[in-house]
Structures are given as C-alpha cells and as structure tokens.
C-alpha cells in the first residue's frame, strides 16, 4: 500500500553550503555512471506500467493484457493506459503528471534522447498515456479520473492478469468538478502536443484540441477532484487544491499556441491563484508552484513582453522560482531542504525520491536556461552560476544511481547493487506467461508478498522510494515507504540522463564543475 498524501510546506534547516560543496565536488570528481543504460532503463521502466492489451513489440515480456474490461460496467471503453505504481488503480492526476514531465524531457532535451538512440520509446511512452487520456475524456465537459478502488485493491495482491478486485470507474463533469485533474491533463496533452508536432501533426492537432477543452472546462467549473471522486482521498489528495493545475495547464497551452489569452490568464491570475505567492520547496504530482514559477521565469528571460506591468509580474514568478532553486542549493537564509549527511534532498519519508528527481529535473533545465541568457541564479544576494545548478544536479542524479553511503542504485536493474524486493505486484509473483494458473488474492498475500527472496520479475527501471534521512534503505517488500516506485518518479530523469549521456560522451567536463569554483 502506498499512502500518497502531501502537504505544502517549507521544510527549514541549517544552511549546509559548506557539506554541499564537498558532496558535489566528490560526486564530480567521482566515475561517471554508465547514463546511456541508465536512460535505455528508464524508458523501459514505463512498459512495465502498461494497463490494456499490449503491443507486438512490448518489450517487457513478463507483464500481459490487463485490464481488458475497464469501463465496461460505465458503458466507455477505458482500455489501457498506466498503472502508476505498484498497484492497478489507474489514477488520472498522477499519471497525467508523469506524461507532462516526459514530454516536458523531450521539448528540452530531444536531441539528446535521439543522439542516445531513445526517441522513439519515449514518444511510445507518452503516446500510450495520451491515447488513454483521449479515451477518457468522452464528451467535453467529462474525464474519466480514476478507473478501480483503492480499498479494496490493497486488499489484494495479485498479478494485474488475474485482477479480481473492482474495477469501477469515476469521472468529472460540470456537477463533480476537478480543475485540478482537468488543468494537469491539459497540460499533459498540450506539452505533448509539442512533442508530435513535427513527427505526427494530425495526432498533436487532437492532442491540443482536447487539451483546450479540458482547460475551459477545469476553468469554467472549478473544484477540487477529490471531492467529487472522495475514494482518491486516502491516495491522491489534491492538498494543493486546483489553482496551481489551472496555471499550469494555462502555461502549457501558451507555449503550444502562442495564443495570448493564455498568457495573459497567467498574468492576470498570477496573485489570486498563488503563482507570485507560494515560496514552495517542492514541486509533485499535487503542487505545481515550482514548475510553473520556472516556466514563467523562461518567458522572462526571453524578453518578449515589454509592457511594464507584465515584467513586473514575470519578476515576481522569477523571485518564487529561485527561493525554490536557492532552497535545495541551501543558499536561502532560512527554509532550506534537508539534506541526508550522504548528500540526498529530503522532504518526507514517504517516496522521497520523486522529490529529488523533479529537483534534478528544474535545476537542470534552469542551468539551461541561464546559461542561454548568460545569467546567474540570485540567492538573496548571492549570484551563482549555471554550472553549480547543474552540478549539484548531477550530484542528486549520481546519488540515485549509487554515489550513497549504501553503494545502491535506487533505480532497478541499473549497477551491481539494485532493489531485489520492489514493492510491486506483477514483479513480485511469478509471470503470467509462465504460469497461467489463477493467483487470488490471499494466496498472493500468503505466499508471494510474505516471501523474503528477490522478486521473480525485475522491474527495470523503476525509482523506488529510496532512503531515509539517515541514508538507510531496508530492501523489504513490506517495506513500502521506501521500495514502491511511481511512474512519476522516473519520468522527470529521463531528459537529464540523455544530457548527461552527451556530455560525457562528448567529454564536456566544464558542465560538472563544482560549487568550490563559484
């Protein structure tokens, strides 16, 4: 089981600067990992998610057709798509988020994936969230948002072959809104939409039509997801509530369109929906501050607005974005992240890796865009340069992949020394193809998930929940809070692993210099 609530807050600690540039300088004078595997796992790792009836060329052969009825009790085909964790509940918000921030990996690193010979599984990937997310959304002002009952799916443990449990399904529509449901999947189609723009036109033309509908519609009929699908409480909360999805979606339907209404939404709701006011330390599948604040940051930095009052709006965007960015650095005065005495970012016990990785994810697009505009990150004063940024995301990147106390990759199947007992249920009990008998629920319970051997499947490429504050991780399936992994947890690498690939192929040494050189 896996508790997925959040909360919003700013996690204070001391400064630590000075640990910072000795765990940064070690990790960049460290060997370099081997990014290229780790980027071809990555990718794979979605495969492993797929719900529906699988493709000739899946890839992943100990997983089958799941799922085959979903939707059939409502009267919608709701066949396919994602299983975001290690359960088979297909949440929307989370899944929506993941194919957000894979497409977001190829807008800025494209070429970088190509050149590591990727491309094309990663726009699968996202395609296979995108076609569900179309299948969900049947009429305009409806979305199928979630499809199975988390109660009752803990209850069980089973293959997603031989599911039994509910497999019920619930929407939003004009009487049960979910802005916040509608603006993420918005965003998710419209950042995809760039994505196939060149490559498949028609495919990104419906990809953009239905993200503007989803918007208008999260817009127009504005509430919080979770009160209108109550049985996501205890999983996906939406503590954030709609506002930050709203700007979101708005900001990802501006760069799709240049249409100016969009921009000017974002401009105009800047101070009322939180976007010039939130001093956030985080950036999940629930609280978007961060990553709209970055995005808007970027059109700043492109000085195409003039008109003073915009600039000025802009610059209150940049301001949150780079308390955010100083604040995993630990160069703010105060509410600086945790950080493990291994180096690690902190903010919960609970799945802490997707933190990490979509702080790697920002500060190293943020790198990008600096250096781009030949500027520096301010830090209450304190002028640093893009290189740190992107070293100190290197660094959280290698933590990942085994530069840690514990000498473990935390992501599945990548280095000698990896998660064996993944908190996951198809990995967990002997693959379908190889034995077709029936496993009910107890009998999973009972005798695969008690097991204390390695998983009989690997799911590779999967981001487990990673260590605690101390940098100790218990490889036990019962272990939870630290072994299950989320699709939202390896999404935001994949572009940076394609970068970091490139760089050191092309033995570009000057992007990993430390924070002692600044």
Known sequence: MVEKTQCRCLISS?????????????????????????????????????????????????RDHSGLTDG?????????????????????????????????????????????????????????????????????NVFWAEVGDGDTDHYCWQRPEDMTTSRQAYKIDENNPGSD???????????????????????????????????????????????????????????????????????WLYKATDNMNYFKYIINNSHEFGGTGWAITEFSWDVKYAGIQILAS?????GIHED?????????????????????????????????????????????????STSAFLLTVYSDYLKNATQKLNCNGEMVKHQDLFAFAKSQVDYILGSNPMGMSYLVGFGPRYPRRVHHRAASIVAYKRSKGFIGCTQGYDYWYSRNEPNPNEVIGALVGGPDSHDNFNDHRGNYMQTEACTYNTAPLVGIFAKLHQLHEGKNTSQYSSFASS
């Open 14 to 62: 001391t400064k630590v600067w000075v640990s910072l540039v000795f765990l940064v300088s070690f990790s960049c004078l460290s060997k370099a990992f081997d990014y290229k595997d780790a980027l071809k796992k990555s990718v794979l790792y979605f495969e492993s998610q797929r719900s529906g009836r699988l493709p000739y060329n899946q890839r992943v052969r100990w």
């Open 298 to 302: 970027k059109l700043l930095m492109d």
């Open 308 to 356: 003073r009052h915009t600039q000025n709006i802009l610059e209150q965007y940049r301001s949150k974005a780079e308390h955010y960015l100083c604040s995993c650095l630990g160069r703010n005065n105060d509410s600086n992240v945790e950080v493990t005495p291994g180096g690690l970012l902190f903010i919960r016990k609970w799945n802490n890796m997707q933190y990490v």
């Open 181 to 251: 449901l509608a603006g993420e999947t918005a965003a998710a189609m419209a950042a995809a939409s760039i994505v196939f723009r060149k490559s498949n036109p028609h495919y990104s033309h419906l990809l953009l039509h239905h993200a503007q509908q989803l918007f208008e519609f999260g817009d127009k009929y504005r509430g919080a997801y979770d009160r209108s699908v109550q049985v996501v409480k205890s999983y996906y909360p939406s503590v954030s509530s709609y506002k930050d999805e709203l700007l979101w979606g708005a900001l």
């Open 72 to 140: 059939l009790e409502q009267g919608v085909d709701l066949v396919g798509g994602y299983y975001d964790a290690g359960d088979h509940v297909k949440f929307g918000l989370p899944v929506a988020f993941t194919v957000t921030m894979l497409s977001w990996s190829v807008i800025e690193y494209g070429e970088q994936i190509a050149n590591s010979s990727e491309y094309e599984h990663v726009l699968e990937a996202i395609k296979w969230g995108t076609d569900y997310f179309i299948k969900a959304h049947t009429y305009p």
